[in-house]
């Protein structure tokens, strides 16, 4: 908890700046995201923990973390080499309209993500950047995929509104 008070001006700030971005590129309706991508191991535990997750009722988790994700899904491949005791798993974010931050409820901004590609170092990498306590259904969990170039877990997310929606899952 100490560390996280000694960064607490740092992550508000971060968050604030992407929910700048985000109504920004609410705003634009230049370039709309529908679905990012984002590689992680998870333990044999963790994907068991996510399938009886995806089939119940209230399939929804909410992350306690920053989360970046690439707008390709092959950026997205090559960020984690395979592992012998963790499963690679291949997320596909599905972003839908139901989330938009209404200015006259900007208090409510747990929603915030934003394509902060001009703002990286790696442009190429295509980040989008998702913030804290964001909320996702999980609408599915594949089986192992095995190719000559690699072996993953696919697993499907959506974004969704975190006001709507009650959630019975915290993954970190």
């Not at 006259?104 to 703002?119: P, V």
Request: glycine residues 2%; hydrophobic residues 35%.
């Amino acid at each position: 908890m100490t560390l996280i008070k000694k960064f607490s001006r740092f992550l508000t700030d971060l968050h604030s700046q992407l929910l700048e971005n985000y109504r920004e590129y609410y705003n634009s309706k230049i370039y709309p995201i529908r679905a990012v991508y984002r590689r992680q191991y998870l333990s044999d535990d963790e994907v068991q923990y996510l399938r009886p997750v995806c089939k119940s009722t209230n399939s929804v988790i909410k992350l306690t973390t920053f989360t970046s994700a690439s707008l390709d899904p092959e950026i997205a491949m090559n960020f984690i080499p395979s592992s012998d005791d963790r499963i690679p798993c291949l997320f596909e974010i599905i972003i839908t309209d139901e989330y938009k931050i209404e200015e006259s409820d900007a208090w409510d901004d747990t929603q915030t993500f934003a394509n902060i590609s001009s703002l990286s170092e790696m442009p190429e990498e295509q980040e989008v950047l998702f913030s804290l306590l964001t909320h996702f259904r999980v609408k599915d969990v594949g089986d192992l995929i095995i190719q000559r170039d690699g072996r993953w877990v696919p697993i499907t997310l959506q974004l969704i509104n975190a006001k709507t929606t009650n959630y019975a899952y915290i993954v970190s």
